[in-house]
């Protein structure tokens, strides 16, 4: 069937085109293993005859069918995340959980309106390329030695990724570490460094050992590098999904696990005080911030423990010699990095907006409420003077609000300066004074960037939550861990941030937690602890995928890299997730639990009202 669309060519006119979108009929489907089809077909068609078999009293039992029904294929992948986070919509209904009026109406809700418009605010940031800048601006500060490079890219990713996509961060700081990559090992050649010695075997006994040093050349032109600067490959490289990951855990937008818990508490829990994005902040910028420098130390040790050494202690391992020609290597490295720089030119007219806005969207994430006096959201309360019964004003803006009112004019305000050529009294190149401009953002960019598949798999989880509640499935699955009352709750959070570092590994962070919070409330009600408390320590476990090339896009993306060998990943990945687990669960028996107030098993909680009980971690 064919469209129009409006073209617009050099002298600024639009024409109507018409354009063609019938169908191309050699175009080919895409194939998938045929076993993922069968495997499909067997599970829907066990789960639909299990669940519609058992007695209408058992609604825990159906509920259990079509929750295990959406991890298998989940886990599996069998078919695509998305569309699997569809069969609760469909599986509910038909046995008796909810109807099909409820359960639609958890696929869209605030939540999703914050995620959908931190995803305008980062897709707009990559179109200007003001990402780039800002990581090249860290490099050329930090790029002095091997342990300081490697800093410096694991603090760019890391910052990048508060605020965008973890995948898409990797994404544009992999080609950067490559091309410092291409430079280091141009630089070793000028310097002689990838030489190889060749050791002479001795003719007779009374001869001396001697050896020389050879230039090797592959067929292709390459030379072969050397086994030290392969192994600070590997370290550099794993520095940025690294740092993406433990990114993602310092803001509450920084990644989807974020938001399925407090969508999962907000639905379990409704007109409770939850998670908003100044509170989080508080309590997990610092658990980042001290994942990500524990992260760069450990991979300096395993990868560059030399300049590691110097960084910390000012001595050189090296001789005289080794120590002048270091110095002279990473001199050029720096300046290659600034050369990169200096292409970008002066700060552009969008990359300037774009910061401003960047700046104000925190500034107003983080003061919309304050303890001790109003912020500026309270403020606006009391100006409509909308009071609640407990004497308190209501208020009606939030997080979501915020981002959503600067995602609007990101397609509003002109890239491009619009008073340029209105302000001269000659029209500028081009002729005319008024001209199309293009704009912060477009809805083509959004359209083709947006990761539409978290937002279904975030919808799929506020209705698998609805689901246990409704069925009875969570106090049940309470019941059976009833055994741990009296367990010690550290030994509880350390079993649940190592269980959830495993299963992310295997299975999507966001479908992960997406199955797990719910019997983690329920957990928590067996066993009398805040439910924050598991809640938390699942969540933020849930980011510390370090080991395998699938567990997340981050990891996937650098192991397209030749230098990167499944190996590396998994014995790098091991340390870094012993190491995350144990700091994850210091930070939420320690100061996390102490600023939420997380001491006291409250009422709200507890689905037989029963008083409320202290523990202490």
């Known amino acids: 069937m064919a469209g129009k669309y409006e073209k617009v060519d050099d002298s600024g006119l639009v024409s109507i085109e018409e354009e063609d979108n019938r169908a191309d ?282 300049s590691y050494w110097y960084l910390i202690t000012g001595k050189f391992i090296w001789d005289k010699s080794g120590k002048n020609k270091e110095v002279q290597k990473w001199s050029y490295v720096n300046k290659a990095i600034r050369k990169e720089y200096k292409k970008l030119g002066g700060l552009r007219f969008p990359e300037i907006l774009l910061l401003l806005m960047l700046l104000l969207l925190i500034f107003l994430w983080l003061f919309r409420k304050l303890e001790g006096f109003d912020g500026w959201a309270e403020v606006h309360a009391k100006a409509i003077g909308n009071m609640k019964e407990n004497g308190q004003y209501k208020i009606y803006l939030k997080d979501a609000w915020v981002v959503i009112t600067l995602g609007l004019f990101l397609f509003i305000i002109p890239a491009e300066n619009p008073f340029r050529g209105i302000l001269k009294f000659k029209p500028p190149p081009g002729g005319k004074r008024f001209t199309r401009v293009k704009r912060l953002l477009d809805l083509e960019t959004v359209m083709k960037k947006t990761p539409w598949d978290v937002l279904f798999i975030l919808g799929g989880g506020y209705a698998i939550a609805a689901g246990c509640k409704d069925s009875g499935l969570s106090a049940w699955i309470g019941e059976q861990f009833s055994f741990l009352h009296n367990s010690p709750h550290v030994v509880i959070a350390l079993v649940v941030s190592s269980f959830v570092a495993v299963l992310t590994e295997f299975a999507s962070n966001t479908a992960s937690t997406t199955l797990l919070l719910p019997v983690l409330v329920s957990l928590s009600q067996a066993i009398t602890v805040h439910p924050l408390y598991l809640m938390m320590t699942g969540t933020l476990s849930a980011s510390l995928a370090f080991c395998l090339p699938s567990a997340t896009g981050p990891n996937a993306l650098v192991f397209a890299y030749p230098e990167i060998k499944v190996i590396d990943m998994i014995r790098t990945g091991l340390v870094m997730n012993f190491v995350c687990v144990l700091l994850t669960v210091a930070a939420t028996s320690t100061w996390v639990y102490t600023m939420l107030d997380l001491s006291e098993y409250p009422c709200w909680a507890d689905p037989n009202d029963n008083i409320t009980c202290t523990f202490t971690p």
């Open 25 to 306: 009929p050699d175009a080919e489907y895409t194939k998938v293993p045929q076993w993922k089809t069968v495997f499909t077909l067997f599970v829907l068609f066990i789960s639909t005859v299990i669940s519609m078999n058992l007695p209408i009293e058992a609604k825990e039992g159906r509920a259990a069918c079509v929750i295990l029904a959406t991890a298998m294929l989940w886990m599996t992948e069998a078919v695509p995340l998305m569309i699997t986070a569809l069969l609760p919509a469909i599986m509910f209904p038909m046995v008796g959980i909810m109807d099909t009026k409820e359960v639609s109406a958890k696929y869209f809700n605030y939540v999703s309106m914050l995620m959908m418009g931190t995803f305008l605010v980062a897709e707009s940031v990559e179109a200007c390329g003001l990402h780039k800048r800002i990581a090249l601006k860290i490099l050329s500060l930090l790029g002095r030695g091997e342990a300081l490079l490697m800093l410096g890219a694991s603090l760019c990713t890391w910052i990048l990724s508060m605020f965008m996509s973890n995948t898409a961060t990797t994404a544009m700081m992999l080609p950067i570490v490559g091309s410092i990559l291409q430079s280091l090992r141009e630089i070793n050649h000028t310097l002689g460094e990838d030489l190889l010695t060749v050791h002479f075997d001795k003719e007779s006994p009374g001869d001396k050992d001697h050896s020389t040093t050879v230039d090797i050349i592959r067929a292709d032109g390459s030379r072969p590098d050397s086994k030290g600067f392969k192994w600070f490959c590997k370290g550099l490289l794993l520095c940025v999904p690294y740092g993406a990951s433990i990114g993602g855990i310092a803001t509450l937008t920084g990644t989807p696990p974020n938001l399925v818990l407090k969508s999962i508490f907000e639905a379990t829990f409704p007109g409770q005080k939850s998670v908003d994005y100044q509170t989080w902040f508080t309590v997990a910028f610092p658990l980042s911030l001290i994942l990500v420098f524990a992260g760069w130390t450990l991979l300096c040790l395993i990868y560059a423990r030399s």
